[in-house]
């Protein structure tokens, strides 16, 4: 009997192929049938999801509401014109809350970076205890630091106002910083800092040119989050505060005693999408000096 060889090795593998697919297409029929239709971690999520959210999208909504009240009257953009037009205090206590935010986080990063870098690199008798102080900021309650800086500024005499407000705001966003810094510094080959000195370059050229482009991703997460953080800050904004120094939560804080005005809820609006708009913009630049 003569076996054809070839149609043989054709069959074999014909039929491994689809032996395989029946197999998965039989594990998968099963993990289905398997599913619950019922999943509380998955319902615990949205659940979640909606609690965060939803606030958001009544806000946005009533944005647009024509009357004051929470009877919904009409839609109408009055609320967005008295925003540009007729809110000359809003506006700056919004700036005032700007300014107060890239400044005091600009110093802080750079602090913030400077002093993860030298307690990395440097062995010295304090380091330990430098290490334990700088997380005092993030531990203790915010009262106690606005009372601690009120009573500070109060005497070294020093007048409460936007300086006040700058410095209690470095101050409490250099942990931030610090903390971001140095989880990226403890991911760091130090081969390359090695390779550097080998080549020629003094310390502060491997600081500059290695060292802080390595830890680039970690110096702008804490910007953007000392940013942040400054930006909804009550509390120590409260404490530190004077005449003539408004920022933004302290306005909606003295605004809401006499109802919530939709006119924040229009201000409100426009930081979620400004807010959406930078996070959007920012995004491809994180994912690039992240890849470096």
């Not at 890239?102 to 400077?114: E, R, V």
């Not at 500024?153 to 140095?182: D, R, S």
């Not at 400054?230 to 505060?241: A, H, K, M, P, R």
Request: hydrophobic letters at 55%.
């Amino acid at each position: 009997m003569k076996i054809n060889h070839r149609h043989f090795i054709t069959t074999l593998r014909g039929n491994r192929p689809a032996g395989e697919a029946a197999r998965h297409a039989r594990r998968a029929a099963a993990a289905r049938s398997a599913r619950k239709p019922f999943s509380l971690s998955r319902t615990v999520f949205f659940m979640a999801i909606a609690f965060l959210f939803l606030p958001l999208f009544v806000l946005i909504l009533y944005s647009f509401n024509s009357s004051r009240g929470m009877n919904w009257t009409g839609f109408s953009l009055v609320w967005y014109g008295r925003l540009f037009s007729r809110s000359t205090d809003l506006w700056r206590a919004f700036w005032n809350s700007i300014l107060i935010a890239f400044t005091s986080a600009g110093t802080a990063t750079a602090l913030g970076t400077f002093g993860a870098v030298g307690v990395n690199w440097y062995r010295f008798r304090v380091r330990n205890y430098i290490q334990v102080i700088s997380f005092l900021p993030m531990i203790l309650p915010e009262i106690i630091v606005g009372v601690s800086l009120a009573l500070f500024f109060a005497g070294i005499k020093i007048q409460l106002g936007l300086l006040t407000i700058f410095i209690a705001h470095a101050t409490f966003n250099l942990p931030f910083v610090y903390l971001m810094v140095m989880a990226r510094l403890d991911e760091f080959d130090y081969s390359i800092i090695e390779a550097a000195h080998d080549l020629g370059a003094t310390e502060r050229e491997a600081l500059f040119k290695v060292t802080i482009p390595v830890c680039m991703p970690g110096i702008v997460s804490g910007f953007l989050t000392a940013v942040t953080i400054s930006l909804e800050d009550f509390v120590i904004t409260y404490f530190v505060s004077g005449p003539g120094s408004t920022t933004l939560p302290i306005y909606i804080y003295s605004a809401i005693r006499f109802g919530v005005s939709p006119v924040i809820n229009a201000l409100s609006v426009v930081m979620i999408l400004g807010t959406v708009l930078l996070a959007f913009l920012l995004r491809n630049f994180l994912k690039y000096i992240a890849a470096k």
